[in-house]
């Protein structure tokens, strides 16, 4: 099984943001990743716009919907965010083929938490349910805590993304303490969550390098990576780094 490679474009927004106006342009820079070889884009439009802006969403649907028939590909569109009315009421114009809800707080920098299915199920059912009947696949950001997982296919959802920030920091300060946690952390979540027939997704600070350890986790059906590929992108190109990721995953 491959795994399939989604970029997050955020940074290029946040780029563009600060100076106003169109440069960088975010539908050139989403093709110069699928054309390095990318399956999947993923955005994540927070509520108060910092980067991808509500107009992006839309232009970014149809330019992938675009480029999938023009090239006989089956890219996806992958859209992140909080379990809200808002998120959902822009999801469900946007259509995605997948939604990954990602539990917000005010003020964030990134999201740096997963779910915590004794107190958010409830709302998680709710928006899970209503996705659905729309036939969007539903991902749910999560840690590695095995009890908590042990309610994640009580959501209704179809995916869970792992938060590999952890993960990533560990292996910053040495391979070995990162082989530690993807072994003792990361295994034994997958296992749990595959028990449960759900598919996994991962993604937060996975490089180049730590990739090589992650791709080994069970059954991972995509990565969704940002931050990390652009800064490398700053140093050798979008081309380079999307093509180097991709065979970290082989």
Excluded: W
């Excluded at 999938?68 to 809200?84: A, D, F, L, R, V």
């Excluded at 990954?100 to 707080?105: A, G, N, Q």
């Excluded at 969550?193 to 993604?203: C, D, T, Y």
């Amino acid at each position: 099984m491959k795994t399939k490679l989604s970029v997050n474009i955020n940074k290029v927004a946040t780029l563009r943001n600060s100076r106003g106006g169109n440069i960088p342009n975010l539908i050139h820079f989403a093709e110069l990743v699928l054309l390095a070889g990318a399956e999947g884009i993923t955005v994540h439009p927070r509520e108060d716009e910092r980067h991808i802006r509500k107009d992006d969403v839309f232009e970014l649907k149809e330019f992938i919907s675009s480029y999938n028939q023009k090239n006989k590909t089956s890219i996806e569109y992958n859209i992140e965010g909080e379990p809200s009315s808002r998120f959902i009421e822009l999801v469900l114009a946007a259509k995605p083929d997948q939604a990954t809800l990602v539990p917000v707080t005010p003020g964030e920098i990134t999201s740096d938490h997963g779910f915590d299915f004794q107190k958010d199920l409830d709302t998680i059912q709710e928006y899970s349910k209503i996705l659905k009947k729309e036939k969007i696949r539903t991902a749910l950001f999560v840690e590695t805590d095995l009890e908590n997982l042990k309610l994640a296919s009580l959501s209704g959802a179809d995916r869970v993304e792992f938060y590999t920030g952890p993960f990533a920091e560990a292996f910053d300060r040495s391979p070995e303490e990162g082989k530690k946690s993807f072994e003792t952390l990361y295994v034994p979540a997958a296992k749990e969550i595959l028990s449960q027939k759900m598919g996994i997704n991962a993604g937060h600070d996975l490089d180049q390098h730590n990739l090589s350890v992650f791709s080994k986790l069970p059954d991972l059906l995509e990565v969704s990576i940002g931050h990390r590929l652009m800064s490398y992108a700053l140093e050798v190109g979008i081309e380079k780094s999307v093509k180097e990721y991709l065979r970290a995953l082989l």
